[in-house]
Every structure is written in structure tokens, then in C-alpha cells.
């Protein structure tokens, strides 16, 4: 059922390894099927080195397990929240990679210093709160989900495809499981381009606003020129 | 003799250079068997890449040599130390991997800065204090052990199964010398961020209590839900 | 129809994944062929590994294309403007290599603090302005160019062969191609060492002027002795 | 002629790209045979991936050259001194690995924080000054030399295998091409361990002098207990 979609999101978290954007088990890919509202997604804490593309899991936008013999990703209910949040996306990563966490430990965002991170981020990469104690407490995957789409309605979640969550690391998003990566892995470049800029530079300021205009819609939107478009 | 125990702490110090832990020969896993109360451990100086199963220096917890053609490592007597400490372990790691080292270096305890860490790790992993003139005189190996087990005598070792040495470098350990192997990548990733993290933020604080909590014990314990069990 | 001359193109290309200079396709290398005007350049958005020789673009040095199946570079302007400023040079490098956009983004030359530098560069690579509102708005990619060729009316771009473009990223030449990219990676590896050189004293100098005669003149000029010229 | 000299510095020089110690052709090893007093060293400026043991380049202390097709490294008059100088060495190593050339362009020596060092080098790695513009007008290569010898004259070349030159780089040396390179990857490792620990703490300071001894002397002279021997 739905092989294709299986298929898909294994090969989407495989580049998680190949891109160096995990360590063990530290992150996941899914990816939905809107026709049927079936989202597959890496099973919990299964070394990538022994996944097949049968072992996805496949779950409904309830929550329930639809098809799989492992538990899904314990992310799982945040995954849910952004697919019922953001209904243009069609993958969603989560990951620790190390740039990236580094800035949402530190809770800060990302402010946007030049023309990479303007190719694909418009404007500051956000740093949402932790959660409270009660939100911790509660249903701690789903309020972290909740909480992004809480973030996102007053900001347009496809022109920033990507959030750190303060204390723990990021969640990125795209048109699929593919170009969530994708999005993981610019994430991570820019927040290594960024930390080391203040180094060089502790009075720096973002780019102009020109600037990151032009690269954005260089890139997007009708009158992109960028590529074979 | 004890074949099996060879192996296994064979292929957990080949480890080491797999994930990037070693220089050289600058570290050394071993694992114990609790019944005989025997353990193997890494030969002292010899290289990785000609390293094979029946190099491993089989030894007894009073010091004694049971079965081996090389010397030990000359950190035996810490990790015995450690076994007679510590009596839930099987294996123990040490490295002189860079990020932990350089923690060590300073001085400084890693604070508990997110969610990476608290999957792994129960709050601060400490850095016990530089040995005196007397203990690095006497019995220097010997004394780093019991130091690292008298701090641990008011601290759950199985909690924090890490430790850095002042001016030294890391331990590590777990139920197996694999186990024990994978919390040295986890503290080398969480020294690497926890570093960055200070350097984006300098006014940074350790993760809220209920967060380190929940993710603790979303892992470890009764309540644990992450992965397959 | 030049054939080597995409040839070229395409093998120096290849060099930039090579040398870890870029991320996805976040780079581009031209070669110019001086008797006919023309020049190749890689296709815009094109992935690496599915280039091949027959993908470059041949354009003239007035921006029409001659031959190729694929849009070239969105950066082509930027590299025809450097081709008519420059007589004395064959080959463009483009990237956004991580050490020297973080110096680009931070607004910062990078100054001559060691022989490593002195041997490439002759003095401080420049970071040239932002552009302006109206530069942005209007022709980008030609107003780079221009803007790069602006600052080299008054120095000497085959003495320093590479500049930064502010909260952009670099671009470097050469002889051909290939020397493009090698001074790319040059300056890759000159930009990672002032970074940490400053963090390690923040108060240190640029070498003696005497001291970066010495090495320059070493590898370039009547006198050069390095090698086996 | 010294064909086994030849190819245990062809050897020697292969380990340096597999150390990640050098970029192009930035670095150089040489060893010597103490009874002929003749030397052999890499070729200037050929690339690694085209070298062969035939190619190494035989001299003698004079200066001259006794076999091979290419001119020897530029450094070669800087290894000459230091041959002469340090009468119980039989390598040397110059690169410009990046930590190293970040402390030597800083202009500071390398304090000796930790085990990792003091189970090399005993003590600080000192920095010599630059040259004065009299020695770079003159015989550059040769002075540099002379002046590493001059610093070593009052203290121990054996205790300390490791230099860095101001404004430039790093040399090293060992009984042989091999040992040196060995020191070279333990200066590396040394350097990048001790830039991150003054970052985590401003305010560290050195190993003890207990612990610095004790480490050095577990591994060098008469009381060695480290290793097989």
C-alpha cells in the first residue's frame, strides 16, 4: 500500500546519513500522500544502516498506525501538527545536526546574513520557545507541533521552510520528503555560515533588505530566473 | 578463553577510528564479564589497523594478567577501578576525542544545553578535579579511578555515564563496551555543540529541569517510549 | 565547436565538489577562449554529478548564448564583465565555499597574517559593497561585475585573484579554469586560518610587509624560484 | 644510490595528504642518513598524487644536490640547518596544516594543556619570532633555519620536536621522516585542542607541572611504561 510513498520517504531519510545531518539515530523524514491523508515516516530508533523501504511506517492524520510493524518515530505527533498546519507542504525533517541545534540551544534565530540563506529563507530563521512545564508534561510531541503552527500563523511557513525549536534542535519542511532534506541541509549550512560570521564580525547585520529580496524571488515566485525554469 | 568477550571488545575499540574517537592509539575500550570477573582491554600502543581479536590483554580485577601476549593499556588500572565502582556496567571507553578533551582542557563540566544530551546524559556531565602531586606520583592510574568513583559515590554513575578528566580527557561507559563506545560519540557531539552553542550564545543556560527530564525519561526507565521496546 | 574548451569547463567544475567547495550546485567555474571571444560556462541549477561536458554553455562577451541546450549560469554577467575588465585572465570561479562567505558576510576583507596567504595573494583580498537598491533592482549580476571591475581599475587583479562580494560570497580567477579553482581552494583554506588565527589573538597583525614580498615574489615574477620552473 | 632513503621519504611525504596535514603541495618531508651525511627530500612544487620514490631529491649537507631530476623543496636550506643543528634527528616535516599556521600566524606557542601534549612534547611548542627584513632579503630559508637552531641552542630539541614560525607555519621532526610526520599530526591535534579549550575557558591554564612530567616520562626515557617496549 502506497510503495511509492514508502519508497520515497526511505530514500529521503537515507540522505539524512549521506549529508551528514545525523548521528545514530537522531532524526527522520516523512512524507504525505494528500489524496488519502497517509503520511509514511521512519520507524523509532532503527539504525538507518538497516532500514528497507518496508520498514516505514504509515499513519493517518488521527494518529493511527495504518500500516507497519515498527513504532513510528516518537516525532510522529509533531509531524502530524505541521501536516494539518501547512497544508501546501508535503515532507517534513527533524534532526540534530549540529549547527543548527547549536543555535536553538543557544535559542536564538537565525538572522539572515547573505545571499545562501537568502536563496531559500526569506527573512530570520526562527527560535520558537520551549515549552512550559505543562506543555512538556502534556502531550510533548504534539504541543511542540502545536506550537510551530502557533508561530506560523502570522508568518508565512512557505517562504521560511524551516524552525528551531529552543533547547532541542530543528524541524524543516518542503513540497516532499526530498526537498525537506534539502531544506535540512541549507539549514545547516547557514547557521555554520552564520555562527562563524559573528565570530569574524561580533557587529554584523543582516543583509539589506534589497539584497534578500532579490535572491528569494531570483529563485521563486513567477518572475524566477534561477535554473532551467 | 573467553572468545567471545575477545571479540566483542575487539570490534567495540574498531569503533573508535570508525566514528573519528581516536588519533593514533590514543584510546581503548574494554568489557568484563561478570561471572569469571574477568575483562578484556585494548593492548597498550598497538595500532588499530593491526589490531586482531586475540590481541586482547585478558585480565582479573586485582591487576593480574590472565591471558595476553602484549602489555595491557597502561590505563588498565582506571577502567578496573571503575569495574569495582561501578558494579551495573560492562564496558568502559577512553578517548582522547577532541571536543571532550578540550572540555577537559578547560576544565569545565558540560551544562546540559538541550534535548541531545538530556536523551543521553541526567544533567552536567562533570569534570572531576586534576590529581595531586602525591596521586600522580603514586599510582597515577589507579588514583584517576578511584577519583572518578569517590565523585560518583554521591552521583548515579548509571545517569551520567560520562565523566571528563581535568587536563586529561573522557570516560565513558555502558551495560557493554558498545554501549559504552556509543555515549563517547554522544558526549563528543554534545561537547562539539555545547561549545558552539556558548560561543552563538554566551549568555546561555542549561535546558529547563522538565525538559531534561522528559527527554530522560522518554529513553530511560519504566515510562521510556523511544524505539522499539 | 570548442570542444576542449568545455571540456575544460566541465573538468574544472567537477574540481569544486572535489575540494568541498560547494553544496548542492552553489558554485560555477568558465573558461574563455580569447581568439573567438567565447566563453563556457555550467549550466544554471544543473546538479554535479549529472554534468557532463556537453551540458556547458558557450556564450560572447556580449551575453548571447551560441550554443547549448540549458540556460547558463545565472551568474554569467558577473563572470562576462570580469572577462572584459580582466584581458590577462582565462577562468572564473564563483562559489559560496563556507570560510570565505562567512568572512563575505561579515564584511571583511581578509587580511595577510602568513606566508600561506602571501604565497597566492598580494596583500588583503578585498571585500568589495553591497550594491545598491538601484544597482539590485536593476541588472544584479552585471552590477557585480562591474562593481568588482570598479575596485580592480585602481588594483591589481592578477596579484590578487580573488575578491569578496558583501553578504554574498567569493569569486576567484586565473589563467584558465583550473587555476580559478585552484586559487578558490587557496582561498578557502586562507579564510578558515585568519578566522581562527584572530580568535586565538585577537590582537595580532598582518605579516611584515617584507615577509609577504618575499613569498609572493618566491612564486611569481622574473625572480620565482619555487618549483621546477 | 640510498634507494631504501628514497622510499622511506617518498613514504613519509604520502602520509602527509593522508593526514589531511596539507593542501596541494604545501608541505615537505625529508630524512637523513647519518653516514653518508646525505638527505633526501621532496621535489618543489609536484603534486602529491604524481609523486614517486624516484623523484625524491638527494642532497648533501653542503648544500648540493648529489642525485635527481627536479630542484628539492625551497625549504630545503631550512632542513639542511636543523640537520646540522639537532645531531640526534633523522626527519623532518615542514607543512602548513591549519591549526598550526592559525597559532603561528597568531604569533603564540602552544601551551601545554593537557595529557594529549605532554605525552609528546614537554612543555609549551614555542613560536620563534619573524624574520628580520635582513634575514628575509638574504638567505630566507637558510635564516629560518638558523634561527630555529639558535632558540634550541638553550633549550631541548628531543623534549620538544615541534616548532612554529611566526607568520608562517610549523616544522617537526623525529629519529626519522616517519616520526616526524607523527609529531606533525600530534602538533595539529595539540593546536586545534588547545584554540577550542581557550574559547570554552578564557581563563584556563596550564597542565601542572606533576602532570606534564609524569606524562612525558610515562612514554620517554628509562621509566617508560607505555606501549610494548
Avoid at 539549514?187 to 565570530?199: G, N, Q
Wanted: glycine share 8%.
Amino acid at each position: 500500500m502506497l510503495e511509492e510513498l514508502k519508497k520515497a520517504v526511505y530514500e529521503a531519510n537515507m540522505l539524512l546519513p549521506k549529508y551528514g545531518l545525523v548521528t545514530f539515530t537522531w532524526g527522520n523524514v516523512s512524507q504525505i500522500d494528500r489524496e488519502t491523508g497517509y503520511f509514511a515516516i521512519k520507524p523509532s530508533g532503527v539504525d538507518y544502516d538497516k532500514l528497507t523501504p518496508e520498514d516505514m511506517v504509515l499513519m493517518d492524520l488521527d494518529g493511527n498506525k495504518i500500516e507497519g510493524k515498527y513504532n513510528p518515530s516518537s516525532d510522529t505527533p509533531t509531524h502530524l501538527e505541521l501536516y494539518k498546519a501547512f497544508p501546501n507542504i508535503g515532507g517534513i525533517v527533524h534532526t540534530h545536526s549540529p549547527w543548527a541545534t547549536s543555535w536553538a540551544q543557544a535559542g536564538r534565530g537565525i538572522p539572515c546574513y547573505g545571499t545562501t540563506h537568502a536563496d531559500y529563507m526569506y527573512g530570520e530563521i526562527p527560535c520558537v520557545r520551549c515549552l512550559t512545564k505543562e506543555e512538556i508534561d502534556g502531550a510533548y510531541e504534539k504541543n511542540t507541533g502545536l506550537l510551530i503552527a502557533e508561530y506560523f500563523k502570522e508568518n508565512d511557513y512557505e517562504a521560511v521552510p524551516a524552525v528551531l525549536c529552543k533547547n532541542h534542535g530543528p524541524f524543516t519542511w518542503g513540497r516532499d520528503g526530498h526537498e525537506a532534506v534539502h531544506n535540512a541541509v541549507v539549514l545547516e549550512e547557514v547557521a555554520k555560515m552564520a555562527a562563524r560570521c559573528e565570530t569574524i564580525n561580533p557587529q554584523v547585520k543582516p543583509a539589506p533588505q534589497e539584497l534578500q529580496d532579490k535572491h528569494y524571488y531570483r529563485k521563486h515566485g513567477a518572475d524566477a530566473y534561477y535554473g532551467q525554469k
